[in-house]
């Protein structure tokens, strides 16, 4: 796998570096610059500065509570930092709603499926590719012209995810009578429909059985290998997150406590501290 | 045996998807839009299309405009029967200002003048959410009858309050006024019943509609895959808006005649359409129909087997039209909570395997 690939890394440079597998991972996509984020007097993050790179696997650990989510609710636009700014390709983001955050090419999953239980499967991939289609009102009132032409098309595209992700054979289920693996499945594939350049992932194998998770974890470097799609994960199992990360942030009360390769990061005091706990003298 | 899928392939996402994708189906709806266009109007008689057909037919345009609303956007309104007075206040409007205007015309446009109404009044469901929406929906609803009833201008200053539709023709044929036949407004009605439910079928199953669906079931994470909230929810109150509008229009050119906001779009216009919506299912074009032919159809087919057929006095039979329709929708509600639209999906998907279900 792909993961011990820190090594020959280059981080003096902003082009980037190439892993020990050979995928080469581009310059600087999106750079956290000092974010704080407060919720009246609890800190959640505290200054807290990482870049995520073009092309890799960025997992962001820490124990319950670390302020993980609350990262991850940052980059999607959905919470708005006290101080500090996001820089997205090497411009500083102004304060955005998260649909104009989507509207950027950034997609993600929930921690808890937020899957919309009353569509289908089909219905449910086919509202990620919402900015791929421009049909005004009245096109799609009479169903005419652009509005039944970008149906098709966009269905193609669709079809191509439901392959990939192999779930042909619930297409037109009501996500509401899935199971819960598969939920996860097809919320990856919605967020895969938007084709975003950057796709955020919260506990994608969170409640998995080990072959669910061993599916999932294949399905996130098929889908960064073929689409050479940016992957920000969450994820609590050490042993996927080491396996399928570049690079690893580490945190601990809403701060940072480590930054780097797998190994890097599995060998630094402060996070065998924060994870193991500490001997009292 | 006939209504099953095997066998049936498609070749093309357009054709996978066709509003009725299996072949029976196709022609039941061919079928039924023939007998209503060709065979209806050779036997409609002023009995019928007054008490059953015209009312089912216009009923269920505001069916469809509020389930667009409550079934596919997940907003609660209670205003519709307000709304129906703004389409039929504004058709009135229009018809006296300008006389050479076609009917037809005169009642889209009092759909529109009833959309801009509805986003106005939508405009608060940007912060509030469920049954406090319902409330301030309410505020439309008492503002705009107070409104109509209290304002002179609306009524043209007529010394009753009341508005009344001149006779207006299609084709040289009076649709409204009282020289309309039964035929004639039972064709406008279905003309525009038709065109609308498709127009709503289009809209539901495009990119709109699934932004609707997506703000209903979770508007956090239709948020966040990309959904503007502020577009989905007013678009969805705006092509409500117009639906309720038509019908209300419709309710007073055609059948009513004349009418008086208080008395013919009152509240409990608001609930009746609401049950309809309910009690056909939510987000479900064909649970507009069967809620619209359940509580229009139900009470006058009661009434004409309790009196007609078993002779029963006309009063005791009302009473008791009254308990067995609310009888009726108690226990519909509990056989299939999501109304008659989901007992007939349930029905169709066992007659997919029928009559070999292994």
């Known amino acids: 796998m792909s993961g011990q690939g820190g090594a020959m890394r280059d981080t003096g440079t902003d082009e980037g570096y190439t892993t020990a597998d050979g995928r080469k991972i581009g310059g600087v996509a999106m750079e956290m610059r000092n974010i704080t984020l407060r919720f009246g007097g609890v800190v959640a993050i505290k200054d807290i500065s990482f870049d995520i790179r073009w092309g890799e696997i960025r997992a962001i650990i820490g124990p319950n509570g670390a302020g993980k989510s609350s990262m991850l609710n940052v980059i999607s636009g959905f919470y708005h930092p006290q101080e500090g700014e996001v820089l997205y390709k090497g411009k500083r983001r102004p304060k955005m709603r998260p649909y104009q955050v989507a509207r950027m090419g950034i997609a993600r999953t929930f921690q808890n499926i937020a899957l919309f239980e009353g569509m289908s499967v089909l219905d449910n991939i086919m509202t990620g590719r919402l900015h791929h289609m421009k049909a005004n009102l009245l096109q799609q009132a009479l169903w005419w012209g652009r509005a039944s032409r970008e149906e098709a098309e966009n269905r193609t595209q669709v079809e191509k995810i439901i392959d990939f992700l192999e779930i042909q054979h619930i297409r037109k289920t009501p996500v509401a009578r899935l199971p819960y693996g598969l939920k996860k499945r097809v919320e990856l594939a919605r967020a895969l429909a938007a084709e975003p350049a950057i796709l955020l992932l919260d506990e994608p194998m969170a409640g998995m059985n080990v072959e669910e998770k061993e599916d999932m974890s294949r399905f996130i470097l098929d889908v960064n290998d073929e689409f050479g799609t940016t992957t920000v994960l969450i994820e609590h199992d050490m042993g996927v997150v080491m396996d399928l990360s570049d690079r690893v942030v580490v945190m601990d009360y809403g701060r940072k406590i480590g930054d780097g390769t797998p190994d890097e990061v599995r060998s630094n005091d402060e996070v065998i501290k924060a994870y193991l706990g500490v001997a009292h003298e | ?358």
């Not at chain 2, 998807?17 to 109007?41: E, M, S």
């Not at chain 2, 009833?149 to 649709?175: C, D, H, K, L």
């Not at chain 2, 216009?269 to 299912?281: A, D, E, P, Y």
């Open chain 2, 1 to 358: 045996m006939l209504y099953r899928e095997a066998g049936d392939f498609k070749t093309s996402y357009g054709a996978d998807n066709q509003t009725f994708p299996i072949r029976f189906d196709r022609y039941g709806y061919y079928f039924v839009l023939g007998f209503a266009f060709l065979v209806v109007p050779l036997f409609i008689n002023d009995y019928w299309a007054n008490s059953i057909v015209v009312p089912f037919l216009i009923y269920t345009i505001a069916a469809l405009g509020l389930n667009i609303l409550i079934g596919y956007c997940g907003q609660l309104s209670l205003g519709t029967g307000a709304f129906m007075a703004v389409g039929a206040y504004g058709s009135y409007k229009l018809m006296t200002a300008f006389p050479d205007l076609n009917i037809v015309f005169v009642i889209i446009l009092a759909g529109f003048v009833t959309a801009g109404v509805g986003v106005l009044f939508g405009l608060p469901s940007l912060r509030i959410k469920g049954f406090y929406l319902a409330v301030a929906t309410l505020a439309a609803q008492f503002f705009l009858i107070w409104l109509f009833t209290r304002q002179p201008w609306f009524y043209n200053y007529s010394p009753t309050g009341m508005i009344s539709a001149p006779t207006r023709e299609v084709f040289g044929v009076a649709v409204t006024g009282p020289r309309a036949s039964a035929v004639a407004m039972y064709m406008i009605c279905l003309c525009f019943l038709v065109s609308l439910a498709w127009l709503a079928r289009n809209l539901t199953r495009g990119m709109l509609g699934r932004q609707w669906m997506a703000i209903r079931d979770m508007d956090i994470a239709a948020e966040i895959i990309g959904v503007n909230p502020l577009m989905a929810k007013l678009t969805a109150f705006a092509v409500s808006s117009f639906f309720v509008g038509i019908s209300g229009a419709l309710l007073f050119t055609v059948y009513l005649g004349a009418a008086e906001a208080g008395e013919a779009f009152g509240i409990d216009k608001s609930f009746l359409v609401l049950f309809m919506v309910i009690i056909g299912g939510l987000g479900s074009i064909f649970g507009a129909f069967a809620g619209a032919a359940f509580l229009i159809v139900g009470p006058v087919m009661l009434k004409l087997l309790l009196v007609n057929t078993l002779g029963w006095p006309t009063d005791l039979a009302a009473h008791l039209e009254i308990m067995i329709i609310g009888a009726l929708i108690i226990v519909f509600l509990i056989v299939e909570p999501h109304g008659i639209a989901a007992l007939w999906r349930t029905i169709k998907e066992k007659l997919r395997l029928w009559p070999f279900p292994y």
